[in-house]
Structures are given as structure tokens and as C-alpha cells.
């Protein structure tokens, strides 16, 4: 089905983008005996404890495949549907084969560590794992390594401020490559919508940016809309790249994130191009714009939001699904050297 205008009000998770016939990758069931003797004496509280809860395990990856340094991020709900947040919380992974096994030994066990929604606004942040009621707050992300393709079991252990400790488990899918550009691969070259096609009168500016819905509109955050990120590449400047649909996005990040990017921008445009790629020509007519389509669209559909970082040779340094971690970002911008003025 193709992306929704609609954002939901509970899994922070994205939706599956699609302009052909292609099925969205099976997430897998959930884990039923993931290893919980491992973890059974942790959850058996003494008298007068609280009582320990089941928690509902989202994952938020949009791209996982194998190899090491892998981001996972899940989201964390009560049954009631409040999410869990801030903090730490345990995660530990095990394999499952072709997902027809229910248990097996957890191979990794990683902290994960709570990552707020870029531009969100977070009330009274606790510093152990607290109940809120915002579904759009965050979720945890832990960096994992994947040496095998198949389906994978993640199971959370972790304890709420109160006391209370809770525990989930669920299953997701490893590919042997990835499907969208991953650090390393060389980055698509393409010749992205920008502000002269705006006023040239050859596109319209909500093909830039999908706030611009009436007529007569302005590009917001326009000092993203200046560069091709082929013009980038070639004259050989690292360029920041955000792939997302302010008004369309099924997660509800896509709009806060480009406010995230633009600030940034103003920030960091001594070090790096900062462009914006909305993902809909059309969204009446579910047409992707191209440059957006390139970066990632897969044979199964796709997802939103993304930004990824180009490095000065062409080629994908970084990248960051669904959730940007502003932090991870900011650093590699420090780390870039001050680029040499431009000439007239």
C-alpha cells in the first residue's frame, strides 16, 4: 500500500512506501521463549516488590543486514500504549534461523541507550527508563553486529524508576546486503529539485518541500534547496542529505528532523552542503521525485526518513534511519575540516 497522509498514533516505527507491486519484507513473529531462563531471576520479584510487566517491542530499523556496527532501535510500550523512555535499558540478541525456532541462546548483550525524537520537545526527562505518554518521544537504539542473515530475536530487560521491572521480547529480519546506500557505498549522483527550478517556473515549490501546499507557497528552509548533491559530490564537498516528507511522514519525525537539518545547516555550512530531498512529486498520484526515489527506494517498497552523510570522496560515510541521532551527526560535522571558500 503506498504511504499514508496519515501518521499513526502509536508504533514509532515508519511505514512502507510504494510506488509498484513489491512486498514489504516480513518482520517476523514475535519470540515467544527467547531465552528466558537467561533472564527469569531478574524479573521474580520478593515480596512487596512490583509486580514486573510485559512490554510491547517495536523495532524502528529500517534497513538491517548483516555486518558489524549495526544500529537497532526499538520502541517500547506498555499494553495500555504508553511509551516507555530515557534511560538504559538491556538489550540482548539472539539467532533464529529461517524464525521457525521460538528460543535460542542470546549471543549479544548491549545497553541501549534512549535517543529523543530530533526537535521534539521532552518534559521532565528522568535519568532511569520513566512511562510517558507521547508516543513520538523516542525510542532506544543500541549498536549491535549481525553476522548472519535471517530472522534475529531481541529481547529487553530493564527496570522503571519506580522500580517496576519489565521485559519484552520480539523478532525481526537480517538481510545479507543492504537495500538502501550504506556507509561505503558510493552515494547516488543525482540532480535533486532546487530553488532555480522553483523560479525558473519549471516545478512547483511543493515538489521541494511538501508544506508548500497553496498556491504561491514558499520553500521553507530554503538554504536547503541550493545545492544538487551531484554538483556537491563532483566539486567535492561532504554533503548532508535528508530524505523525508514534512506533511506526509508516517512517523511524524520527517517535519522536526528538517527544522533539525536547517539549524545545522546555518551551523555547519562552512564544513558541508546540507540538502533536503522531499520524498513526493505527487503524493496524489504517488509519484516519488526521483533524486529521493534513488536514495531509498527498494524492489520491496521503502521507508522515511533518512539522512545520510556523504564524505568529500563520493561516497556514503554515515547514515541514520527513522531517527536521526543529532549527537552522532554533530560529531562527524566537528570532525570535518573548514572547507576552503568558494570562488566567485
Known amino acids: 500500500m503506498p504511504l499514508s497522509s496519515r501518521a499513526p498514533t502509536a508504533p514509532v516505527v515508519g511505514g512502507s512506501l510504494r510506488t509498484g507491486t513489491g512486498a ?26 512490583p509486580d514486573p510487566i510485559e512490554v510491547v517491542v517495536e523495532p524502528a530499523s529500517f534497513d538491517l543486514a548483516v555486518g558489524q556496527d549495526q544500529r537497532l532501535m526499538v520502541g517500547l510500550f506498555t499494553a495500555e500504549r504508553q511509551l516507555i523512555a530515557h534511560g538504559e535499558v538491556e538489550l540482548g540478541l539472539a539467532y533464529l534461523g529461517d524464525g521457525s525456532e521460538t528460543s535460542a541462546a542470546i549471543e549479544q548483550s548491549v545497553p541501549a541507550r534512549f535517543v529523543p525524537v530530533p526537535g521534539g520537545t521532552i518534559d521532565a526527562p528522568t535519568e532511569a527508563p520513566s512511562l510517558v505518554e507521547d508516543t513520538g518521544t523516542g525510542v532506544y537504539a543500541a549498536t ?7 530472522v534475529w530475536g531481541v529481547r529487553i530487560v530493564g527496570e522503571l524508576e519506580d522500580g517496576t521491572p519489565f ?16 556507509p561505503g557505498d558510493p552515494a547516488p549522483q543525482v540532480d ?37 548533491v551531484a554538483d556537491s559530490i563532483e566539486a567535492g564537498r561532504p554533503v548532508v542529505v535528508a530524505v523525508a516528507t514534512p506533511v506526509y511522514c508516517r512517523t511524524r519525525f520527517c517535519g522536526p528532523l528538517t527544522e533539525v537539518i536547517a539549524e545545522l545547516a546555518l551551523r555547519y555550512d562552512d564544513r558541508a552542503d546540507f540538502i533536503h530531498l522531499e520524498v513526493w512529486e505527487d503524493f496524489d498520484s504517488q509519484t516519488l521525485n526521483d533524486a529521493a526515489a534513488a536514495f531509498i527506494q527498494t524492489d520491496i517498497g521503502g521507508n522515511e526518513p533518512w539522512v545520510f552523510l556523504i564524505g568529500d570522496d563520493g561516497r556514503i560515510a554515515a547514515r541514520w534511519d527513522n531517527i536521526l541521532d543529532v549527537p552522532a551527526l554533530t560529531e562527524a560535522l566537528e570532525a570535518l575540516p573548514v572547507l576552503p571558500e568558494a570562488g566567485p
Request: aromatic share 2%; glycine share 10%; net charge negative.
Open 24 to 49: 514489504r519484507a516480513p518482520m517476523g513473529r514475535p519470540v515467544g521463549l527467547l531465552v528466558l531462563l537467561l533472564v527469569a531471576g531478574a524479573l521474580v520479584g520478593c515480596a512487596g516488590d
Open 144 to 150: 549491535v553486529d549481525l553476522d548472519r542473515a535471517g
Open 167 to 182: 521485559s519484552g521480547n520480539r523478532s525481526f529480519p537480517v538481510l545479507e546486503e543492504h537495500l538502501v546506500p550504506a
Open 192 to 228: 535533486n529539485l532546487t530553488l532555480a527550478d522553483v523560479e525558473a517556473g519549471t516545478v512547483r515549490a511543493v515538489q521541494l518541500d511538501s508544506r508548500a501546499q497553496a498556491a504561491n507557497s514558499e520553500v521553507a528552509f530554503p538554504h536547503l534547496h541550493e545545492h544538487t
